[in-house]
């Protein structure tokens, strides 16, 4: 095995991080070295790694000089510890409880980059250490997961007592690709297969293994909705995003970010289901509506026993009749569609509901807000909320805008792709 594992008096189980509320708190007692307490934005603190947490409440921020946690609604800084020299290039929440994954990065890394860190904010101290041969390339946690992405393998460990349950090998994975689900009664994985354009679906509870092979071209990126039953994929080539139902890999629904190609820098699928979004190097968040019947959605559904809103398909996965709804949706589809057996299957492919430009200067990740709002985050520092008409779609309208931390990225004209 080419992993080693050690722990200091335990893993104690995560509770709410009651010191992310308090800006600029220092640890009682140091591992990372002595702070830093006057490390400022001045100082040109490079932005090395920014993520969702779990629910998109907050997200995480690795710098060259330590890691910060934001609140999206309202927006505000909660939490930073400033180093001296030490950067995190991942640094991985697990909603919003005490427990932190923390892995090395930049030029003068806190850690190496072989090593993660479990680090528990109410002990003040980490409480676990995985080492590996190669460098780490992901970390991603549930409650009761540790999941670590190296570029050829992914190790599973158990939270409570950190033990190796599961070894997956993967296709090269320089970018670290692998998602889980959140709900406590499904155990998703999903992560690049050990083919071109495949992906492998891990349900560890009903211990079922299923390949899906969603493009021709190699995997650019991937996500789960929260119970893991729809997978959303986008290949290198960054035209086409494709559903599918992990349960039995059927494809369920097909939607074009563009005709170019162009790099998926990210996806999010919606709490509801019904919306994706999708962020890319032009410059363009897209927002895609769904096909996928949910509970509650129109009047036959309301039938269904009084079920909580969900989706279908939780009772019947393998029923595309439960799966997608009878509507095609509000994409818009070419007008040229009589002509499909002439022209390039492009035009009468699912277009983006909804738009919202963004400069072409950075990397941007996606995740969805409150009320029919799209949160984006920019490796330039920047927070972006934004609004959409979900009966007529179009340009989405900005609602708020926040430089959170100052770069030296020179920040172009918007683009209007």
């Known amino acids: 095995m080419s992993s080693t594992v050690s722990t200091s008096h335990g893993v104690h189980p995560p509770m709410r991080l009651s010191s992310l509320e308090s800006p600029h708190s220092q640890p009682s007692s140091v591992p990372f070295g002595q702070p830093e307490s006057d490390v400022n934005d001045a100082e040109q603190t490079e932005l090395l790694s920014v993520s969702w947490n779990q629910d998109y409440g907050c997200f995480s921020a690795g710098t060259s000089h330590g890691f910060r946690i934001y609140n999206c609604n309202p927006f505000k800084e909660t939490f930073r510890r400033d180093l001296k020299s030490g950067g995190f290039g991942i640094v991985e929440m697990l909603f919003r409880c005490n427990i932190l994954a923390l892995v090395g990065g930049g030029a003068n890394p806190q850690y190496p980059p072989n090593k993660v860190m479990i680090w528990d904010d109410h002990q003040s101290r980490c409480i676990g250490e995985f080492a590996f041969r190669s460098d780490v390339r992901a970390v991603k946690l549930r409650r009761d997961r540790i999941v670590v992405v190296l570029e050829h393998k992914i190790y599973v460990y158990n939270f409570t007592d950190l033990k190796l349950l599961h070894q997956i090998e993967t296709l090269a994975n320089p970018k670290g690709l692998c998602c889980l689900s959140h709900q406590s009664n499904t155990s998703v994985l999903a992560c690049p297969g050990l083919q071109r354009g495949q992906v492998r679906v891990e349900h560890f509870g009903l211990k079922v293994t ?30 086409l995003i494709r559903i599918f139902n992990t349960m039995d890999g ?73 799966l997608i709804s009878p509507s095609t949706g509000a994409n818009a589809s070419s007008s040229l569609a009589f002509m499909r057996g002439v022209l390039p299957k492009y035009f009468s492919s699912e277009w983006s509901f909804a738009q919202f430009h963004l400069p072409e200067v950075t990397r941007y990740i996606v995740a969805f807000g409150s009320q029919n709002s799209v949160m984006v985050v920019g490796m330039d520092g920047s927070f972006y909320r934004c609004s959409f008409d979900h009966v007529n779609g179009g340009e989405m309208e900005q609602q708020e805008y926040v430089r959170f931390l100052k770069t030296n990225i020179h920040r172009p004209r918007a683009a209007t792709t």
């Open 210 to 239: 299923k390949f899906i092979s969603a493009h021709d071209s190699n995997i650019a990126c991937l996500t789960l909705t929260m119970d893991g039953l729809l997978l959303a994929t986008a290949s290198v080539k960054g035209t």
């Open 250 to 322: 059927t494809r369920l629904q097909e939607v074009r970010r563009g005709v170019d190609k162009a790099e998926i820098y990210s996806m999010a699928l919606s709490p509801t289901v019904q919306w994706l979004a999708v962020s890319s190097d032009k410059g363009t968040v897209h927002l895609f509506s769904l096909r996928v019947r949910v509970v509650g959605e129109d009047a036959s559904d309301q039938n269904m026993s009084g079920q909580a809103p969900g989706m279908v398909h939780q009772n019947s996965s393998t029923s595309l009749d439960a």
